[in-house]
């Protein structure tokens, strides 16, 4: 686990596994007297990294989150709860409906990458009752607020978050410089296409970005990515399997995504 602070209210916390990003966002300080109240949105993936997590905010002088974010309902960014139990969780409505619509959806998902890589948890993943969040909209913290953008296409669910005083986006599984576009649960490569056009304007307010599963990029870099990937999905709605992936996104790996992406782009949607 890597932790990485981007602002003076902003600590991204990078996971071993599936370069999976978790993010502190503090509220911002009008003056000394001021409650520094903690968002943590997303969450790291291994074991040791959740038990961890709450000691690395103490250290880095961020209160324990007041509340837990989801930016999506893939089961590897609900796992906030698993470091902080207790802790209220706040999602998109989209999410919270696609939580209800398939309830221990994550929990058999966390059970099978568990099983799969030999991995023992202190205690079951509980999400509660989430809160079902309005998007577009704000999210107070402090004296501060959060932009919550809608993001659709990866899944049918989700958000971005615009930290505006910190100059940072949280894409969600957008925007990655090391994993294709790819179409989870009810994903569409033209919600996808508008997705990232409803994201280009708001890159234009920052300076960095920090997709679910890469490396933090800054502005430049990011609209680089938004380019190439409606390249990708314009390629893949017009060609199929023969869409070009994007440059430096070429391995086996995300030539199998690739195909995964052919296959669900050729079934029938309900």
Known sequence: MR???????????????????????????????????????????????????????????????????????????????????????????????????????????????????????????????????????????????????????????GMAVLVPWAGVLLAGDYLSSIEIPTLGDGGDAAQYMATLERLRPELERVEHVVAGHGPVLERERALGVLEEDLVYLRGLLEEGERAELPPARRSREQRRLHAQNVGLRASPRS
């Not at 968002?39 to 790291?44: A, V």
């Not at 939580?99 to 023992?120: I, K, M, S, V, W």
């Open 3 to 157: 932790a990485v602070s981007l602002h003076r209210d902003v600590i991204v916390v990078t996971s071993a596994l599936l370069h999976l990003n978790c993010v502190a966002v503090r509220a911002p300080a009008q003056d000394a007297a001021d409650a520094e109240e903690t968002l943590l949105i997303d969450s790291p993936v291994l074991p040791e990294e959740l038990e961890l997590l709450p000691s690395l905010l103490e250290q880095a002088g961020f209160a324990a989150p007041s509340g837990l974010l989801a930016t999506h309902g893939d089961w590897d960014h609900l796992l906030g709860p698993l470091a902080f139990p207790g802790t209220p969780l706040g999602a998109p409505e989209s999410t919270v409906e696609r939580l209800a619509a398939d309830p221990g959806a994550a929990q058999r998902a966390l059970r099978a990458f568990d099983e799969e890589l030999y991995l023992r948890r202190g205690r079951p993943l509980s999400l509660g009752s989430p809160q079902g969040l309005p998007v577009p909209g704000r999210c107070e913290i402090g004296r501060g607020e959060l932009e919550l953008h809608a993001t659709a296409g990866h899944t049918a669910d």
